[in-house]
Structure formats: C-alpha cells, structure tokens
C-alpha cells in the first residue's frame, strides 16, 4: 500500500509540472503593437516661421499637409481621414522641427517639403519593411519600417 501511494505522489506530480505554465484557455490577442505607425519621417533642421507643405505620394496616391508656423504657435493641417499623422517636435518650448507618420506600408514613396513655395526635400524610395510581434508569440504579426530623417537648410 505504501508503494502504491508514493507511486500516486510521483505520478501527480509529474501532471501538476507538466501542466505549469499551460492553459488550455486561448490566449487574449489584441493589435494594441500594431496600431504604431508603420513609417515614421522626421526633420532634424530648426524651422522658421512660414507654410510648410508636406507632399507625400504613395504607391501614386498622393496625400498634403500643411504646418503653418507663427511666431508663437503652429497650426497643422492634414485632411480627416487620411493614413497620415503630422505632429511637431518641440525643443525649450519652441517648434524644432517635425514628424509625419504613416499608417500603410506603400511599396514606393515620393516625399517633398516646401517652406512657403521653396524646396526643402525631395525624396524618392522603395521602403523595406519587417515583421514584428509584439504582442507576443501567436498573437500574429506586425509591418513596420525603419524611420527615416531628413534634414534641410533654411540658408
């Protein structure tokens, strides 16, 4: 009898470790990782006052936001609706600069930048994307992009 009890012992506890850390419950997944943009651009140039004009053209769809740069405040512009997010960088309370993110992955994208009329940035690419989880294992996968920076000069 005494045997047969420690055999029993053996025998649940090898069940209760092999069931450790295992559910038979699916797992939550959300696309909380995913909702990231998939592209990123930035300006590294201080900004002077004056109408930014961002034009973007992906996969021949193209897509412009307007900054507007005061002496004291920025108004930013960009049509509702669009896969395409324009924010400024602020260093010391003044505007720095600015980022654009996108939220779809075009496999060829013109970039230009005008202040009011004069080019700034011209920028033609073929974006190469990886995949991610972030979310976890099993919970699929993410596109994104590396960032990418660009710099001007006001001179």
Known sequence: MLEMSIGLRRYWVV??????????????CTNIGCELPQMRFGTTSDVAPGDYE?????????LTCHAVQGETDVLFDC??????????????????????ELFSTPQEVSVNLTLDGTPLVSEEFQPSYRQEMPNGPNCGTCTTADPMTFTFNLD
């Open 54 to 62: 961002f034009r973007f053209v992906l996969d021949g769809v193209a």
């Open 79 to 100: 049509r509702d609706g669009l896969p395409l997010r324009l924010t400024g960088t602020f260093r010391s309370g003044e505007l720095s600069g600015f980022v654009a």
């Open 15 to 28: 069940l209760l470790s092999m069931g450790a850390g295992c559910s038979s419950e699916p797992r939550d």
